[in-house]
Nanobody, 127 residues
């Protein structure tokens, strides 16, 4: 059964950093575009950053260079480095995988384009 498992969340002060990981199990992430999404308390889930199979990336406007998405295909893992965290970044962060069908630069940004989802990891930023 294909699974994505996030880790690395936690409690951090304003201005702090965290590195989130998304490990694939039963699924070869190299064949997938990866997206990170988040759901803040009382809000719907929204996109954060995305990376194609060939390493092309795209961030939502609010990221403003604070977050960096990356992937290590040899480790079957994707990452989201969170820097300069703000209280408004408090949310459950999810990774998701979208099959590329051999289009290595495929870079989906919509949730319905993602097929596999992790269970989420909580990030809490204190003021």
């Amino acid at each position: 059964q294909p699974q994505l498992v996030e880790s690395g969340g936690g409690l951090v002060q304003t201005g702090g950093s965290l590195r989130l990981s998304c490990a694939g199990s039963g699924v070869t992430l190299e064949k997938y575009a990866i997206g990170w999404f988040r759901q803040a308390p009382g809000k719907g889930r929204a996109g954060v950053s995305y990376i194609s199979s060939d390493g092309t990336t795209h961030d939502e406007d609010f990221v403003m260079g604070r977050f960096t998405i990356s992937r290590d295909n040899a480790k079957n893992t994707a990452y989201l480095q969170l820097n300069s965290l703000k209280p408004e970044d408090t949310a459950v962060y999810y990774c998701a995988a979208s099959p590329t069908y051999d289009s290595r630069n495929y870079l989906p940004t919509l949730q319905y384009e993602y097929y596999y989802w992790g269970q989420g990891t909580q990030v809490t930023v204190s003021s």
